[in-house]
């Protein structure tokens, strides 16, 4: 129903790695006895290992690596660019640059982070391997261009019935709404002598949150508490009808936007507190039609719909690739 996340964690992922052509691998040397004959070379490059005569070099290691693993998927990646493109050539679809640079940059800040320390440090890394910010920018750049033709590509053959407009119409708009905030707070490993103490925490953090204090103030655990498990924060948009089974959490309904509902303690869970966000009243299906079937449109394409418009391109659009392209 809420999606939640440990209140302190802090995700920040950094895919740099993927732009390396190879990965660099210690290998362990095993000694051998001495041969005097000349050693025999199997390729260019750094040697990497010496295996009696032969000599692994790192060329080889990475033609191997881009034959094996990359030649066959870069070359059908090069197809499947080519028979979008003409397809969108065929239909008048155009990205504009507008387009890649805002993802471009919304990417960049989940990939080096938006704190200017967090920044500075992602891009120390990425010097160090020889990269830089530009680098990445224009790696990104060709990858999410491609990725928005293919999109709309998808979305310009998408037949959307009229059943999938309703049903998305009965998920948002015909009934009343509410954008929650939610701080769950599990028993975890509370004796039962605990529970008092924690139950008097949650209450002043739900009397804290109510004056308007900062979460991460809020959540500060007073001194000799014991940790149970970590309270846990969410937000999600929930209908009456989401609630159903449920009547602890009800009275959501009943109170205003900025109202706190809570503490509410769930036998065999734990405490929860509730903070109304935003409010949104229904709509006529008639009024919002429109809008849903353009969300329902351009919404990202599942790869089950990227593979079938593919196939149905190459029936159309004649593919001929050498036997001896490998």
Not at 266 to 295: C, D, I, M
Request: hydrophobic fraction near 40%; glycine fraction near 8%; proline fraction near 5%.
């Amino acid at each position: 129903m809420i999606h939640l996340k440990h209140a302190d964690g802090k995700f920040r992922v950094l895919k740099i790695l993927l732009l390396c052509g190879f990965l660099c691998v210690p290998m362990a040397c095993s000694s051998v006895k001495d041969d005097k004959r000349a050693p025999i070379s199997t390729g260019s490059g750094q040697v990497l290992a010496t295996v009696g005569r032969v000599q692994i070099t790192s060329d080889e290691l990475q033609s191997r690596i881009l034959d094996r693993y990359y030649g066959p998927r870069a070359l059908n990646g090069l197809i499947r660019e080519a028979l979008f493109s003409a397809e969108a050539e065929r239909l008048g679809i155009r990205v504009r640059s507008e387009e890649v640079l805002l993802e471009v940059d919304q990417r960049l800040n989940a990939l080096l982070g938006e704190e200017s320390t967090d920044r500075r440090q992602a891009i120390r890394e990425l010097n160090r391997r020889g990269l830089s910010e530009l680098d990445l920018r224009k790696e990104l750049s060709s990858e999410i261009g491609q990725a928005l033709l293919i999109q709309k590509v998808v979305s310009a053959r998408r037949e959307i019935l009229e059943e999938e407009i309703l049903e998305l119409w009965r998920q948002t708009w015909k009934e009343p709404r509410r954008k929650v905030e939610h701080i769950a707070f599990p028993f975890g490993d509370l004796r039962e002598g605990e529970l008092d103490r924690h139950g008097e925490w949650v209450a002043r953090v739900g009397e804290r949150w109510r004056k308007g204090a900062a979460m991460a103030e809020i959540l500060e655990r007073p001194p000799g508490l014991r940790p149970s498990f970590e309270p846990r924060i969410g937000e999600s948009w929930l209908r009456e009808s989401d609630l159903a089974g449920r009547p602890l959490f009800y009275r959501l309904f009943e109170i205003g936007r900025g109202g706190i509902l809570g503490p509410v303690m769930e036998e065999n869970f734990g405490w929860h507190l509730f903070r109304v966000v935003e409010e949104k009243a229904p709509r006529p299906y008639s009024e919002v039609r429109t809008q849903l079937e353009s969300e329902l449109r351009n919404s990202p394409p599942t790869d089950t719909e990227v593979l079938a418009v593919e196939e149905s391109l190459r029936l159309r659009i004649p593919v001929d690739v050498r036997e001896d392209a490998f």
